[in-house]
T-cell receptor, first 115, second 108 residues
């Protein structure tokens, strides 16, 4: 399978705990994006990487959130001291670049529930 | 965060009917995309539009990129049960900005 993969698919945690999600993009895709989707809403942009460089971060990405893409391949998104409001689907997408025709392909998402 | 205005919010139709939904924005985008999302899954790309005025078809799906670059519509002809799901428009200027979604339900 050459699509975007995410792990885990589901995560239940208690408030205050730290969680880490992983995204493996499509091979040779230079850009990797993280989005968050709450119930009944469309996905909202969090951050993106061009290779290993994190180029943009949304205001939605509070200090408790950190994303890395150390070798320009897979990426991790960590949430520290989780809050109930962090409960959402976290989606990863990848693309070759940003030229017309280079569209973003999404993974299946990690659904987080903070109790 | 910003979300595009997408309408209708939900649709209840009978199998075989045609469907039309649209998306508007206060901002200009250089690409418009339409995705479908099934429960518990990530969005799947249906159609991508790259030029203002472009009209593109993918099977029973037809989408257009508005001339002003601030809107797009998606039509589905002769709906079938597997069309059920949530449809999102997205404008791209680097990152994607998504619409609020249209939930399509087919009444038996």
């Amino acid at each position: 399978d050459t699509g975007v993969s995410q792990d885990p698919r589901h995560k239940i945690t208690k408030r205050g705990q730290n969680v880490t999600f992983r995204c493996d993009p499509i091979s040779e895709h230079n850009r990797l994006y993280w989005y968050r989707q709450t119930l009944g809403q469309g996905p909202e942009f969090l951050t993106y990487f061009q290779n290993e460089a994190q180029l943009e971060k949304s205001r939605l990405l509070s200090d408790r959130f950190s994303a890395e893409r150390p070798k320009g391949s897979f990426s991790t998104l960590e949430i520290q001291r989780t809050e109930q409001g962090d409960s959402a689907m976290y989606l990863c997408a990848s693309s070759i670049g940003d030229l017309p025709g280079e569209t973003q392909y999404f993974g299946p998402g990690t659904r987080l529930l903070v109790l | 965060g910003q979300q595009l205005n997408q309408s209708p919010q939900s649709m209840f139709i009978q199998e075989g009917e045609d469907v039309s939904m649209n998306c508007t924005s206060s901002s200009i985008f250089n690409t418009w995309l339409w995705y479908k999302q099934d429960p518990g899954e990530g969005p799947v790309l249906l159609i991508a539009l790259y030029k203002a005025g472009e009209l593109t078809s993918n099977g029973r799906l037809t989408a257009q990129f508005g001339i002003t670059r601030k809107d797009s519509f998606l039509n589905i002809s002769a709906s079938i049960p597997s069309d059920v799901g949530i449809y999102f428009c997205a404008g791209r200027l680097g990152k994607l900005t998504f619409g609020t979604g249209t939930r399509l339900t087919i009444i038996p």
